[in-house]
Nanobody, 117 residues
Framework: QVQLVESGGGLVQPGGSLTLSCAAS????????MAWYRQAPGKQRDVVAS???????NYADSVKGRFTISRDNAKNTVGLQMNSLKPEDTAVYSC???????????WGQGTQVTVSS
């Protein structure tokens, strides 16, 4: 059974930091490109950051310089370090994985991040 389980969300003040983690099971993690998406109320789900199986990264313009995506293939985890958080970063953050050699994709259940004073 494939599972992507996010953790680390919560309430943080503007300017603060949070670290999200996504633990994968049931897949050969090293064969997956991974990404973090977010969806704010009333808005579409957008990609925040992505990391390939080889470690190449990409970021949405809105988070460049503030967020860092990383992966640990030995632990089957992908992380998202979020610094200098803004109220507009408030959203449900979801982990996404796509197998490189197929069309298999998986989503986590999401974790709420709220940035508010």
């Amino acid at each position: 059974q494939v599972q992507l389980v996010e953790s680390g969300g919560g309430l943080v003040q503007p300017g603060g930091s949070l670290t999200l983690s996504c633990a994968a099971s049931g897949i050969l993690f090293s064969l997956y490109d991974m990404a973090w998406y977010r969806q704010a109320p009333g808005k579409q789900r957008d990609v925040v950051a992505s990391i390939t199986r080889s470690g190449s990264t990409n970021y949405a313009d809105s988070v460049k310089g503030r967020f860092t995506i990383s992966r640990d293939n030995a632990k089957n985890t992908v992380g998202l370090q979020m610094n200098s958080l803004k109220p507009e970063d408030t959203a449900v953050y979801s982990c996404y994985g796509k197998e490189v050699f197929s069309d298999r994709t998986f989503w986590g259940q999401g974790t709420q991040v709220t940035v508010s004073s």
